[in-house]
């Protein structure tokens, strides 16, 4: 695959009639990541990051992003609405030998662009690109229980539930199960 940072890969309307952009990341969004990170964070979402992040570090994320996708490992794409960026998603192959057909997703989106349709199109978009471009035959990924909007998002990319790890996740204080998602490719 040949990365081109901040490359457009699918344009469309959400739900509000917004314009969605699914692109690339490209180094000139770390102000946009830095504050969708701990505006996040912050807002208590359910991911498993609790604690408030420092430029350097999103710096260095930002890095292992690129080295990520440059190597072939992984697909990342951004969602931006009016030039800022909403969000964060990749798909990730695993490292094991045995496993490099299988890839983890991960993505997140601010709360108040949710229920718009922009996860559904991003999950799909990424399972695409995961297929092609990293020739994956597997996705898999983890989700807090309690959280209906991702559930319902990833069944409706045709995800099934394998397998439930209780108290699998500290939210805050209170222990909350994994749900263990799989869809073939």
């Known amino acids: 695959m040949k990365f081109k940072p901040g490359k457009i890969i699918k344009k469309f309307k959400a739900k509000n009639g917004k314009e969605v952009i699914l692109r690339y990341p490209k180094w000139e969004d770390l102000d946009d990541l830095l504050e969708y990170i701990n505006h996040v964070v912050k807002n208590k979402a359910k991911i498993s990051k609790q604690t408030l992040v420092t430029r350097e570090e999103e710096i260095k994320y930002l890095a292992e992003v690129f ?9 990342y794409l951004f969602p931006e609405v009016d030039g800022k960026v909403i969000g964060n998603s990749c798909i990730e192959r695993k490292k094991e030998d045995a496993l490099k057909h299988v890839g983890g997703l991960g ?3 601010r709360k108040e662009f949710t229920n718009l ?4 199109k991003l999950v799909k978009t990424l399972l695409e690109l995961a297929k092609k471009e990293l020739k994956l035959k597997m996705v898999t990924l983890k989700v807090f229980s309690n959280n209906e909007i991702a559930i319902n998002v990833y069944k409706k990319c045709g995800f099934k539930e394998v397998g439930k790890i209780p108290k699998h996740i500290n939210y805050y204080g209170k222990y ?5 998602m799989v869809k073939e490719l």
């Not at 080295?67 to 697909?75: L, P």
């Not at 349709?117 to 559904?120: D, L, S």
């Not at 909350?176 to 263990?180: A, C, E, H, L, Q």
């Open 117 to 120: 349709g922009i996860g559904t």
């Open 67 to 75: 080295q990520k996708i440059e190597s072939g490992d992984a697909v």
């Open 176 to 180: 909350v199960d994994s749900i263990i």
């Open 107 to 109: 993505i997140g989106i």
